[in-house]
């Protein structure tokens, strides 16, 4: 110990999307120079911050239990004459239920919207003075931007890089636009600086985030506008191999960003285009803005554009109004676009949505057997998709060290986990592997030269 006052723990426990990943390093950034250091461990940390979602009642419910488990963990370490434990509540959850946080659980300290991390360290401040300051956060995503440290860590060689924020396509479902507010994109120079910086530190690829991301409208000048113009950009990045994006709207999908699809090797083949329902009266309902027939032309174009894409997709079951006619349609759009990779939800009845008040409600058994339905689907389509790689050879990007003495683990272009024997010095390199075996959740291969 140097025996300054500097040394701080802070445990950071992110839920939800990778938005929220990316802004529990940010503000780990921002606390950094304040003494705080990141631990895994809740036990002794002088700062417990839960970066939550609000997407589905489930995820909030799981924040009001984690938060009885860390209050008694701080009662405990002050029961040894441990230190003070600050909690703080942060993302989504904290947006929208800010007041009803800290009457549930008296036990918290500070709740921080996720447009005002930068003011985390006074905020740290002045609940070391009194409890119960609490920011109403704003909408303001450019202060934040501006307010983060240009510098990161990103201690690996895939980074997130959040280029757009916020959501005004107010699907009936959905809280987004309420919890992040309007769409609103960073600059394009800004992301620049961002992905030069992560690629001096040795990033091979990032996946650019937003809630909306190809709505992103920045201006890439020679390069264009939009995601286009700016994957264009980063393309150019010495050392940045990899680019993708997520998520991604079907109404926004343009022409330009097809194309780039078509010319740019960077831009890896796998694309999530969550479409939610296969049935026209629930994507009406849902305010989705499209049809089922108009997505489904859209990924023909996109597959004309570059054949071997993989398609990812979310799927909302037990929506209201949904007939089993709907929900057969969701099943045969699934069929006809033949997914890598899906998620699927039951649908959850958000307060404040539109949709929370429609008539209709699907009761939660027909959810279940819906749900198990299109699961069983989507699941044969993912190990199709895995089993078709066998006998491939696939540049994998490796990551880290596998689970095995002598093993790697990494990612294939259409973001398979997999999993080789390889010296470490790989790690960090786009190198060829021929595929071997194949799982629902990975691949297994084998180098095909052998390493210099
Ligand atoms: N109920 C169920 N699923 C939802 N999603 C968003 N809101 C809800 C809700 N109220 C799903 C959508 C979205 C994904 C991130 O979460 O499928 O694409
Ligand atoms: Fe939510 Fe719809 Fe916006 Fe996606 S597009 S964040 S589902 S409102």
Redesign the pocket.
Known sequence: MTGTAQQKRLFIKTYG?QMNVYDSERMADVLAPLGYGVTDQPDDADLVVLNTCH???RATEKVYSELGKIKELREARQEAGGGRMTIAVAGCVAQAEGEEIMRRQPAVDLVVGPQAYHQLPELIARAHRARGERLAADFAAEDKFDALPATRNPGGVTAFLTVQEGCDKF?T????PYTRGAEWSRPVDKIVDEAKALADKGVREVTLLGQNVNAYDGDGGPDGKGLAGLVRKLAKIPGLDRIRYT?SHPRDMDEALIAAHAELPELMPYLHL?V?SGSDKILKAMNRGHTAEAYLKLIEKIRAARPDIAMSC???VG?PGERDSDFEATLNLVREVGYASS????????PG?P??AMPGQIAEEVKDERLARLNALIDEQQRAFNAAQVGKVLPVLFEKKGRHPGQLNGRSPYLQAVHAEGPDHLIGQIVPVRIEAAAKMSLGGVLETAPA
Do not use: G, H, L, N
Request: charged fraction near 20%; include cysteine; hydrophobic fraction near 40%.
């Open positions: 999307c997407i589905r009642e699907c479902f959905c809280v987004v998520t969550p939610q979310d799927f909302i929506f998620f699927s939800f039951k649908y959850s009845r958000r949505t949709a929370a």
